[in-house]
Every structure is written in structure tokens, then in C-alpha cells.
């Protein structure tokens, strides 16, 4: 797991609209922070500059040491879960979570194992030579978190990754995220509009309102010392 320090990261699509003003914070190695606030805020803008997959304007992402900017998408050691799964539909649940493994190099007795290990966590060993459309949303979302995880990545990334599904699933893969953290222990950042979400899952909540840091702490300090 590594730290992620922001130091006066800030992003404007277009010049008249800053996004995100200024905001330096540090989320410890191992953490799990939820980053909670209405929707367009900036969570998935805030997520996405983590990722790399968006440029700051201005100031800088540093991941265990390493400005994200700097590093080829393969360096950067973040992975990433999306709301839509975006699961390969032409592969099958096998390929989907061993695909990066392979673009890694992963020899194929190695891919076999890690992708093994991680369905069973997931209880997805009875489903890996099905195809995406042949499974429920919630066996599509393990799958998605499988093939975040499955590269034991340092930094976990999560944008609102429950919202599709419904209640009952939405409880239990909220207790399965939780356990699954205790397992490997990336820093993990989970973006969501969801109250319940923040409270169950977060070591920490960080709470975004239009792009600025509104609050920083506990799930216990926020809401238990109003
Ligand atoms: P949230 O994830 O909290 O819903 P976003 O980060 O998606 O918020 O969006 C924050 C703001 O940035 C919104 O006003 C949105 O319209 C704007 N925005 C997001 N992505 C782009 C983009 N690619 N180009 C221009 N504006 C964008
Ligand atoms: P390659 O594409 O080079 O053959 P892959 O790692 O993608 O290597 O997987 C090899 C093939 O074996 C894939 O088609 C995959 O579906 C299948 N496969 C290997 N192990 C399993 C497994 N435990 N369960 C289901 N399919 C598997």
C-alpha cells in the first residue's frame, strides 16, 4: 500500500470553470477513505486525477513517492473499479480478471493461480467460463472488483461501484468490501453519494462540496460530534 499526498491540486475543464480549487490532503497507506458529497461535486473528477486518467491543472499527485504524472498508466500501480463495471462482454470471467496479468507478463501457471485465489474470495470460482451477460449484477460487480484486485494493486480506486445494485446486495457487498480490505489492505479511495456507504466502509470520510474539502475525519468524529 502506498500514501497518496495531493498538494494544491486543482482542476478547471475550461478556464471559467474551476472544478476543484486548490486542496492539499493525505490519505495514509492502507487507508480506506470514502469521498462523500452531491453529485457534481468533483468526486469522480478527484478520482480520475488519482488514477491518472485526468490531468491536474495545477499542483501534484504523489503516490508512494512517485508524482502520477510522471508514470506510464503500468507504473502507477492503481486500479480502478468502475460503476458500470465495463467488463469485457466477449470475454469470459477467467479472461476478463486474467487480461492484465497477461499484458503484464504473467506467465499462464501464475495467471491461473492469482485469478484462481481471487474468485474464491469473491465466490466466483463457479462462474469463470461464463461471459458478462450470463451473470447477475452482483456477480459482474466481484468480477470488476476481481479484475481491480487481482494485480494486488498499492492503491485501490472505487467511483460509486454499488450504485447499481439493489439494497439487499448493495448491504452485502458492503460487508464483503469491508472484509476484502481487511484482506489486502490497499489505500483505498471510494467515491459515493451515500451516507451509509461513508459510515460502514470509511477509516475516514472526506467530504467534497463543489470541489472544496468541507470535512476530513473519522465516520465517528463527523457524526457523532455535530
Ligand atoms: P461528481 O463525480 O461529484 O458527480 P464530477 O467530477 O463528475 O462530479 O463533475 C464535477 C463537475 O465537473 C461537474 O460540474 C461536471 O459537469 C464537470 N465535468 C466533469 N467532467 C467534465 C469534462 N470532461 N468536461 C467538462 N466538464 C466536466
Ligand atoms: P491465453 O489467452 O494465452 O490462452 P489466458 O490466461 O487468457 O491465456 O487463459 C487461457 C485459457 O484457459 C482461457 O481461454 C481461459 O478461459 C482458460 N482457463 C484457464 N484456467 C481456467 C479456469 N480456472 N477456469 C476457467 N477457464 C480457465
Known amino acids: 500500500a502506498a500514501d497518496i499526498n495531493l498538494a494544491g491540486v486543482t482542476k478547471a475543464y475550461d478556464p471559467q470553470t474551476i472544478v476543484i480549487p486548490p486542496i492539499d490532503v493525505e490519505l495514509k497507506a492502507g487507508e480506506f477513505t470514502v469521498v462523500l458529497g452531491p453529485s457534481g461535486c468533483g468526486k469522480s473528477t478527484l478520482l480520475q486525477m488519482i488514477a491518472g486518467l485526468e490531468r491536474v491543472s495545477a499542483g501534484k499527485i504523489v503516490i508512494g513517492g512517485r508524482e502520477v504524472q510522471d508514470l506510464e498508466p503500468k507504473q502507477r500501480g ?30 499462464k501457471v501464475e495467471r491461473a493461480e492469482r485469478v484462481a485465489g481471487v474468485a474464491k474470495m469473491l465466490g466466483l470460482s463457479d462462474c469463470l467460463s461464463r461471459k458478462p451477460g450470463q451473470l447477475s449484477g452482483g456477480q459482474r460487480q466481484r468480477v470488476a472488483i476481481g479484475r481491480a484486485i487481482v494485480r494486488e494493486p498499492g492503491v485501490l480506486l472505487f467511483d460509486e461501484p454499488l450504485s447499481n445494485l439493489d439494497a439487499q446486495l448493495r448491504h452485502d457487498m458492503r460487508v464483503e468490501l469491508a472484509e476484502l480490505h481487511r484482506r489486502i489492505g490497499a489505500t483505498t479511495v471510494f467515491v459515493t453519494h451515500d451516507q451509509m456507504e461513508a459510515m460502514t466502509l470509511a477509516d475516514r470520510i472526506l467530504i467534497l462540496n463543489r470541489g472544496r474539502i468541507e470535512q476530513f475525519d473519522t465516520p465517528k468524529a463527523i457524526y457523532h460530534h455535530p
Open 78 to 107: 492503481c486500479a480502478m473499479v468502475f460503476q458500470n463495471y465495463a467488463l469485457y462482454p466477449h470475454m469470459t470471467v477467467f479472461e476478463n480478471m486474467a487480461y492484465s496479468l497477461k499484458v503484464a507478463g504473467l506467465a
